[in-house]
């Protein structure tokens, strides 16, 4: 079975400040690994994902195996970065996503 | 290109009828996914529908069924509707093989009331 941990509901940091939103997973093979964000009002929309190995928005996330998290980090947290975001995972040959419980990022001015 | 939509934006039922739920898949996508998510909760996988026919599902009774038309527009129907069945059912597309994950295209959901 597969599944997502996201242990915080909330994570309130002020602007400037780093950020780390926390997920780990559990799966016994190689899963694929992503971040969702669901801005106020605005549909969910894929972040980024694993295997781009890319930063998006000033993101960035490393998969770790050993620990198997793949925790969101970004250096300087601006307003515009307050939203939900969820942690998911796709694995088993198709495209079931299993997401976590989310956590909502404050940005306090 | 026409984003994912979804009808009716939101809908209230009463226990032990039917509902169906539609979704209009973005343009050229050939993929389309269902997803129920509960209040404080993250989406949960109901199934997957690819080239019309079924490629995968979650955790759901089989009074949860769907389908995919030839247009890749999509139902979900639910039977014998329950309160734990009140919930923003997500539609989401994407362009695939049906093996691999491509990146999905989320509707605003239909927010299902039941009571």
């Known amino acids: 079975a597969q599944r997502v941990t996201q242990p915080e509901k909330l994570l309130s940091v002020f602007k400037g400040a780093p950020v780390e939103l926390k997920c780990n997973y559990s799966y016994s093979g190689s899963p694929e690994l992503f971040w969702y964000v669901q801005y106020s009002r605005q549909r969910l929309q894929l972040l980024l994902r694993?295997?781009s190995r890319e930063s998006i928005k000033g993101f960035t996330a490393d998969l770790n195996k050993g620990e198997t998290s793949f925790h969101l980090k970004k250096p300087f947290a601006q307003e515009e970065d307050s939203a939900m975001y969820y942690c998911?995972?796709?694995?088993?040959?198709?495209?079931?996503?299993?997401f976590g419980t989310g956590t909502k990022l404050q940005v306090i001015p | 290109e026409t984003g994912v939509t979804q009808s009716p934006t939101h809908l209230i039922k009463t226990r032990g009828q039917q509902v169906t739920l539609r979704c209009s898949s973005q343009?050229?996508?050939?993929?389309v996914s269902w997803y129920q998510q509960a209040l404080g909760q993250g989406p949960q996988f109901i199934f997957q529908y690819y080239r019309e026919e079924e490629n995968g599902r979650g955790n759901f009774p089989p009074r949860f069924s769907g389908l995919q038309f030839p247009n890749y527009s999509s139902e979900l129907n639910v039977n014998a509707l329950e309160l734990d069945d009140s919930a923003l059912y997500l539609c989401a597309s994407s362009l695939s093989d049906g093996s691999r994950y491509n990146e999905q295209f989320f509707g605003p959901g239909t927010r299902l009331t039941v009571l």
């Open positions: 998911a995972l796709s694995a088993g040959g198709y495209q079931k996503v299993t």
């Open positions: 343009s050229g996508h050939n993929t």
């Open positions: 694993h295997i």
